[in-house]
């Protein structure tokens, strides 16, 4: 009998080399991380649509943004959907930072891939959310075919409203794989290509499963992750419906409060995250600088209810566990520094009164008795909750951390809460250089329904 041994191949080191994102406090790395450690917040009335008379009429918007500051190809775009418009400008700041092109060092520019760079080996994993909706077109088309008298939509009027009003254009853009192919036809992507709608677990998801393309040989670079607005009537009416936003419309200036014990929901933002992974070798070979390695991905669901997460924490506590396992980390053990092996966790920290509790019992059930001496935050108390967007644009915060030694503050945190006992780094940014730095993160993203995802970066 003849036995053959196959032997599987070392799994491939995997480093960011760039970094982008579109906020609603800026879009640019260095201004909005200044921002990030000031505890700037970008919450403001509703600008995009007359809201006066919404339960929540504020929100974090990106303001001031062109993607002619950007890219010299914008007009190619001039439909794209605003989802789709930052993820190109968060990628065109990326794509710069790896120095994957021979683009000039202007402000707008067109993508020019370097000549020796195999863009069949170049794939993309988005957690793109849909696109804009035609909102009044939609509205005007519905209430030409709706027949009050009988109470029944008339199909024909519906139609002949809608060949007359509606641009196929704008329907399609808003389709979520739209992004993709933005971003493929610009930058010249090749090679796989994917997307996740797991609501706010869609950012890390994606930045986790392009990770691991990477990680077994599929493609040698991608980018990854996640863009999306929902401010805009119907996304606004329908998280205020399912009481998970602040109506608290007299003292917005203050919110959202994640951990704090006044907390009554989250504020939604807008907003994108990219990044440029890389296997590490390749990086090397192309003379690259890598900014942080990606370690460990965990990736759970709760299996538990359509609209709760799990109410002890299960799948959240597991996916921390399963990043923590990749990178051959143990969460209850300290460094020969007498500090626990985690040294920042970017919290998914809402500020609604059941997602705050639950992620904190979960980090207490993974890290135990070292659980209270691992700094834990939430920008989204200052970035608003950018929903699909969220854990992109949180895991760049990680990387800052690495790169700089100071980790950003959970503002809006004033009175404490018995179920929420953590160091939640309140108010004021943490200098952790004389500590050693910040060497290791993990960055958590539940979703609606019980989606969880965590990563874990690691110094470089």
Known sequence: MLTIFFRMPAPRRVVITGQGWITPLGNDVQSVWAKLLAGVSGVGRVTRYDASTFATNFAAEVRNFHLAHFL????????????????????????????????????????????????????MYLGAGEGSLDYDNFLAVNLAGWQRESRSLDDVAWAKAALSR?????????????????????????????????????????????????RRGDADLMFAGAAHSMIHPLGMTGFIRLTAMTTNRDNYQSLPRPFDASRDGFVMGEGAGMLVLEELEHARARGATPLVEVVGYGSTADAYRMTDIHPEGKGASLAMQYACNQAGIDPRGVGADGRP??????????????????ETAAVKTVFGELAPRIPFSSVKSMLGHLIQA??????????????????????????????????YVPNAARDLRAAGGVQVCLSNGFGFGGQNDCLCLRAI
Not at 73 to 91: C, D, E, I, R
Not at 103 to 114: E, I, S, V, Y
Not at 195 to 209: D, L, P, R, S, V
């Open 72 to 123: 010299d190809t914008h007009a190619q775009h001039a439909h794209a959907g605003l989802n789709s418009q930052f993820a190109l400008a968060a990628a065109a700041q990326a794509w710069k930072q790896a120095k994957l092109g021979d683009d000039p060092d202007t402000p707008g520019f067109a993508p020019r891939p370097h000549k020796g760079l195999d863009m069949s080996r170049f794939g």
């Open 341 to 358: 092996s985690v040294h920042y966790i970017s919290a998914h920290g809402t500020g609604t009164q059941e997602n705050d509790s639950i």
């Open 390 to 423: 969220a854990g992109a644009v949180e895991l760049i915060t990680c990387v800052q951390a690495i790169r700089t030694g100071f980790v950003p503050p959970t503002i809006n945190l004033r009175t404490p809460d018995p179920e929420c006992d953590l160091d």
């Open 166 to 214: 509606m641009s196929f254009v704008a329907e399609q853009e808003q389709e979520p794989n739209t992004t993709l192919t933005h971003l493929a036809h610009e930058f010249g992507c090749a090679g796989p290509a994917f997307n996740c709608m797991t609501a706010c677990a869609a950012g890390n998801q994606a930045i986790g499963e392009a990770f691991e393309i990477i």
